[in-house]
Structure formats: C-alpha cells, structure tokens
C-alpha cells in the first residue's frame, strides 16, 4: 500500500503570490487557511529565524483542514553548536517553544547546516543522539538538511538509520542530491523553479518529480516542498505535481468567506390595537408592498 504524499511551498505570505495565486478579497490574515486548502503540507521557514509562543502554533493547527500538515524549520542557531552541552541546549530551545501545540499536524522539522559543515562521523553521531523520538507524545521526524561535503557515504546513511531520521534531497545543483533510502519518511525541497513557465517547471519536470514521489511513496510517507528559485511560481508548481499525483484536495470557499453580516433591516413595529370607541376610517386602496 502507498504511503502518502503531500506537497507545498515555504511560506504562506509573499507580496507577489497576492496576484499570482491568492483571489482578490483574501486578506493576509487569510492567507494561511487559503493555502491550507489548495495544497496539503507547508514549510515554515519563519521558524528559522524566530521562536513563536504555543498560542502561534495552536491558531496555526486550527485554522488548516484536519489533513494538512506543517513542517518546521529549526531555528538557526540549533546547527552550529559544536558541544554536546550546547547542543542540547540550543535544540531543546527550539523543541520546547510549543510545536508541538500542532499535534497531529506536525510534520518533518528541518535540521538545516551551513555548508560549512563536512561530514564528521564524531559530530553528526552526537548531533542525532540529541534529538528526541518524541515530545509531548508526538512523534518528532528529524530531517537533516546538509550541504557540505563529504555526506555521500555508508558512514552517514547508517546514522541517519540508526538514530531514525532522513536527509533533505535538494534539488539544487549547487548542493549534494541525497536521498536516504532506509528512512520511513522523505523530505525534498525543490529549489530550481524558473520564470518564463507558469508553474515554474516543464511538464516533463512535474513528471519528473512526480514518479520520485510515486517511488519513494511505496515505502514512506513523502514531504514535497518547492522552494526558492522563481517563488512566484512556487504555489503553481505544488498544484500542478499535486494535479500529476491525483491528490488535489476539494476546495470549499466557504470555508474562508467573512461571515455574514445580519441584516441591517428592522423589524416592523407591532401595530397598536384600535381603541374601542374610535369609528373605522373609510377604506383605502391598497398599495403592493416591494419585497
């Protein structure tokens, strides 16, 4: 049986996606449970950056369809640690901000290094070891993004399989393509999409993409994210490799319409009973009402 295969972008706010994928009358407060309900995963790349309070995380969880998932950039400053110590520290920061507020909607979180960073068997073994199966009884899915040199090795796979985590395929040809054959889960980030397309990417790109995801899906949950590169063009590239997967997801703009404003119209006035002694006043001639 295939594992499922959900596909996004980084991000729900960027200027030129306000007139190149959200419908006017969507408002930036909007945004997020627009997207939510035209793809079926995001990555949060604002994480990375900043820490947000469990409150963020909880509006996040319950303005997105139940099936929609999040995944979470790790802050920075979590990748550059060099002692056991300060990386416990500086990891558990970031786990401990209230992700997991997000429940089920949890996704892969991004362990990102500069590439900077070659592989020493040493470092990346007590990096691992730091990480936490699981918070709060959620189960966490760690994915190393790495893009130095050196990580193309059994030395590397073995870890990533030992400690139950994957490395990020990137799809930059600047960056190592690796993909993590013994994990349960895949992530890719798509980096390469490109202006004078509309959705970014050829058809036989898409297609491309596609049976990847088809292939890794026989064995693992798959996380699509296109990312970077032409962004513009980066909400057009996820719908149409979710239109090639035949996994679109109903779209109820219902769901994010204003409500409705009660009718500014009031009621009549209850007509007054006609005094006992008063004579009936000669009748009139009716005139239709408009409704």
């Not at 918070?135 to 050196?150: I, Q, T, W």
């Amino acid at each position: 049986m295939a594992h499922s295969i959900r596909v996004g972008v980084g991000g729900w706010s960027f200027d030129a996606w306000d007139e190149t994928f959200y419908p006017p009358g969507v408002s930036k407060a909007k945004q997020l449970q627009y997207m939510s309900r035209r793809m079926t995963a995001v990555e949060v790349n604002a994480t990375y950056y900043s820490s947000f309070k469990p409150d963020t995380f909880s509006k996040w969880r319950d303005e997105t369809p139940d099936s929609f998932v999040f995944s979470l950039k790790a802050h920075r400053f979590s990748t550059v640690r060099k002692t056991r110590e300060d990386m416990q520290k500086s990891t558990g920061m970031f786990l401990d901000q209230g992700i997991t507020q997000l429940k089920h909607k949890l996704g892969p979180i991004n362990w990102q290094f500069p590439e900077t960073r070659k592989f020493d068997p040493e470092y990346f073994a007590t990096f691992l070891s730091v990480l936490p199966k699981e918070k709060d009884g959620l189960r966490l899915r760690h994915a190393l993004e790495v893009r130095g040199e050196g990580f193309d090795t059994p030395a590397f796979s073995d870890l990533l399989t030992k400690h139950g985590a994957t490395v990020v395929y990137a799809e930059d040809d600047d960056f190592p393509k690796l993909h993590h054959t013994g994990g349960d889960f895949a992530v890719a980030r798509l980096m390469q999409s490109k202006e004078g397309v509309a959705s970014g990417y050829s058809k036989k790109e898409i297609g491309r993409f596609a049976g990847l995801a088809k292939d890794w899906a026989g064995k693992k949950d798959v996380f699509v994210f296109f990312i970077s590169g032409a962004k513009k063009c980066n909400p057009a590239a996820a719908m149409a490799l979710q239109d090639a997967l035949g996994i679109v997801p109903k779209f109820d703009p219902a769901a994010i319409a204003p409500p409705k404003k009660a009718s500014q119209v009031k009621p009549a006035a209850p007509k007054k009973a006609a005094a006992k002694a008063a004579p009936k006043a000669p009748a009139k001639k009716a005139h239709a009402k408009k409704k």
